[in-house]
């Protein structure tokens, strides 16, 4: 039986990896995040700098430890094969958990993950092991380490309101101090501000976080803890001096110090914090182990009690450690997830306009709408003169360089990120509580954000939405945890060794799977980025990007339009539903290019500024293209969803008729735009009277069999539907080409 636990320690090992890499893949927008942002520095500098942050912070974070071992449950009430059972379950769950997320593109907490994990995992054995001991429930609470456990939980909510409220606050301050015309308030306050940065980072960070470490004497440790106060003022006037000197002599902004030393703490702060979800458990499993060999010989795995996990002198041998440090800095340079991650905090936090990437809801609504209220309320109160003053501090510069370069926020906000969500995560560690990074960091960058009025009455209602999305997945994290970990928990339990390879058949599956939909995704989001073009800024520049984008969106609407057909002969449902997510994508597509639109005409040269008009038609016809691809595909795959009768042989032989007629239409079109053979043009609009007669007559042929054979309401109503939409959709191609036409003659006249 021993050799099976050992296959146990190898799977859990397995899966510590797999939970660095994708608990790194979320967490490393908590320290990217302001850097990248900011675009401070270049990202190979920051990608340094954070690595030895990460690596260093790996060994601060031997204090944090106890929290997987003893934090939630008792472990003196478990035996050997309970805590590997739960510790099972919990690694099987965090992983799952995370990597949905990150597919996703979702922050998530994988402190939130870990807790609630081993809190469901520990609670269903401990019903388990009473329901089938004495029956007494009410022991239930001796099992568990409840008091930590609600400590723990009750810093993670606290550490969310701390880090909006103080977010909000210094930001606030930080703005009216600098403005966003940095240049003009630097020299006076920036010596200031990077003493008090510094310091806060440097004292938090780096000497708070030797209080975990091996090598610094216990004498020292004295020191420093007794001796607070006056290290802070020796640190603040020595800070302040070197930021002076940064300024004057070096020429070097401070700013760029303060993100690239901030970086490296909240890098570390986050290791010496998180590094406890990834490897905590493994490392608990592999003590307990070890103390099972030692003094369990006389007892069985089962009768073994694991009260030695209750002992808080258990350092992690310093190899894991070191390892552990190496995956996590291999991932944040390897992990595509990760950039999903960044990018939707990113897209939250940003100052400038954009796509969003939430809908507006019924509570953003409110919440936006509320706030206005109160806006007006304290303008009422203030003083005109104050408003005023106020609000000339919080005049954007304009910015001049292309949108993809221009940085989401400005250094002075990154700057502020990077303080507050390092002081809050390095207190949280000192006090041996594993706040939330991801918690920390998101709400001190929506509070900076908020209070640096990035959030205005054009995105306000869309960012806050954002936010509530990503809050309510924290509380789904908490659900789902603590189920999955509980009956993941309990079957394992029951199941023992046949459960425990089940279950990893499953985890293997399931990343299957899930890279199989990353690539996918990132395919995706590689062509709609391919449609965020801003170096337009000619006519002929125009009319190469339109035709490759006609040839693209032609040549989609074919295969929708053929698949739709044949599904609807067939009657092949899951090949309808493919088409109805086709559609949905050719028409997001077609949206973010109107959505570039504002961007696209700025960037025109003066000469070329017609083109804008030219441009936005042709947008619209595409548009009116795939919404009449879209009612024929969502209706087709309605009638046949709901069960409704098949369309009659004369109507599907008809409809194959209007396929291949617009199957051939499209390949000439496509073709005309891929080589940029405009002269051929003339050609295909001298079919469009046959193709719309041919469907007219169709029509007409219905009427007639509605008179005589038709007896199917729900028939008649889908396929005039069909051939109606199609009519239109004939119409918007051809007079697409019709305007393409005559403003190619136009441009070829300018040359």
């Keep these: 039986m021993e050799q099976v636990y050992i296959i146990m320690l190898i799977a859990l090992a397995l899966l510590a990896t797999i939970d660095l890499m994708v608990g790194v893949s979320n967490d490393a927008v908590n320290f990217l995040n302001s850097a990248i942002g900011s675009k401070a520095v270049s990202f190979k500098t920051i990608m340094i700098v954070a690595s030895i942050g990460v690596a260093v912070g790996a060994l601060y974070s031997n204090g944090m430890m106890e ?12 035996s050997f094969n309970d805590v590997i059972m739960i510790f099972l379950a919990v690694m ?3 992983v799952l958990l995370l990597d949905v997320f990150n597919t996703l593109g979702l922050p998530t907490s994988t402190t939130v993950s870990i807790i609630f994990s081993l809190l469901g ?6 019903i388990t092991k009473i329901y089938f001991s004495d029956g007494d429930f009410s022991t239930l609470e001796s099992y568990i380490n409840t008091k930590k456990a609600s400590e723990i939980v009750y810093s993670i909510l606290l550490s969310v309101l701390l880090s909006f409220a103080l977010g909000s606050f210094v930001q606030y301050i930080s703005r009216l101090l600098f403005t966003f015309h940095i240049e003009k308030r630097y020299k006076y306050f920036g010596a200031i501000f990077g003493g008090f940065a510094l310091t806060a980072i440097s004292f938090f960070i780096l000497i708070k976080g030797l209080k975990s470490v091996t090598f610094i004497s216990g004498e020292s440790k004295d020191f420093i803890k007794d001796n607070q106060l006056m290290i802070i003022g020796y640190c603040f006037v020595i800070w302040t001096v070197v930021s002076q000197l940064v300024m004057s002599v070096l020429k070097y902004n401070i700013f760029k110090l303060i993100i690239i030393v901030g970086t490296f703490g909240l890098a570390l702060a986050f290791a010496g914090n998180d590094l406890v979800n990834f490897i905590g458990v493994p490392i608990a499993a592999f003590q307990s182990y070890e103390m099972y060999t030692v003094a369990g010989q006389t007892l069985g795995a089962k009768e073994f009690m694991m009260s030695g996990l209750e002992g808080e002198n258990l350092p992690a041998p310093f190899i894991f450690l070191a390892l552990a440090g190496g995956v996590m800095v291999y991932t944040l340079w390897t992990s595509k997830k990760a950039k999903n991650v960044l990018e939707t905090e990113q897209n939250l936090s940003r100052q400038g306009e954009g796509s969003e990437k939430y809908n507006a809801n019924t509570l953003s609504r409110g919440i936006v709408r509320g706030a206005m209220y109160m806006g007006n309320g304290i303008n009422f109160i203030l003083p005109k003169a104050l408003q005023f003053k106020i609000d000339q501090q919080f005049i954007l510069p304009e910015y001049t360089g292309k949108r ?3 940085p989401m926020f400005d250094m002075v906000r990154a700057s502020v990120n990077l303080i507050v969500a390092a002081v809050l995560i390095s207190i949280g560690t000192s006090l041996k509580l594993p706040l939330s990074t991801t918690y920390v960091t998101f709400m001190v960058a929506m509070g900076s954000s908020f209070a640096d009025r990035a959030w205005d009455r054009e995105s306000a209602v869309y960012r806050i939405a954002g936010v509530l999305n990503v809050i309510g997945g924290w509380f789904v994290t908490a659900f789902a945890a603590f189920l999955a970990s509980g009956i993941i928990a309990y079957l394992l339990y029951v199941g023992e060794a046949f459960a425990f390879f089940a ?5 293997a599956i399931f990343f299957y799977r899930s890279n199989q939909m990353h690539k996918k995704k990132v395919k995706e989001e590689e062509v709609m980025m391919s449609l965020k073009r801003e170096d337009i800024v000619t006519i002929h520049e125009v009319i190469k990007e339109s035709s490759d984008q006609i040839a693209n969106i032609v040549k989609k609407s074919n295969g929708i339009f053929s698949g739709v057909v044949s599904g609807l002969s067939l009657q092949d449902l899951p090949s309808l539903k493919e088409n109805k997510k086709a559609i949905k994508k050719l028409e997001k597509q077609v949206d973010e290019l109107k959505s570039n639109v504002y961007y696209f005409i700025k960037n025109l040269d003066e000469t070329s500024v017609e083109a804008s008009k030219f441009y936005i038609l042709i947008l619209g016809y595409l548009q009116d293209m795939t919404q009449s691809l879209s009612y024929i595909t969502i209706n087709s795959h309605s009638h046949i969803n709901n069960n409704h009768k098949q369309l009659k042989f004369n109507q599907t032989r008809d409809l194959k008729s209007v396929e291949l007629h617009i199957l051939e239409l499209f390949k000439n079109i496509e073709t005309i735009f891929d080589q ?3 002269d051929n043009i003339d050609k295909i609009l001298a079919e469009k009277e046959a193709v719309l007669n041919t469907i007219s007559e169709l029509i007409q042929k219905q009427i007639e069999r509605i008179r005589t054979t038709e007896n199917s309401p729900k028939n008649s ?15 918007a191609t051809m007079n697409l080409l019709e305007l393409f036409k005559e403003f190619n003659e136009y441009a070829n006249k300018k040359k």
């Design 92 to 94: 099987i769950t965090d």
């Design 121 to 126: 995992a520990s609670v269903f054995i401990a």
């Design 503 to 507: 279950f990893m058949i499953v985890v």
């Design 717 to 731: 109503k889908l396929y005039f539907g069909l051939l109606l939409e199609t009519n239109d959709l004939i119409k």
């Design 67 to 78: 929290i997987a071992r003893s934090g939630i449950f008792t472990p003196s009430m478990f």
């Design 676 to 678: 940029k053979d405009f």
């Design 404 to 406: 993809s370069e221009q």
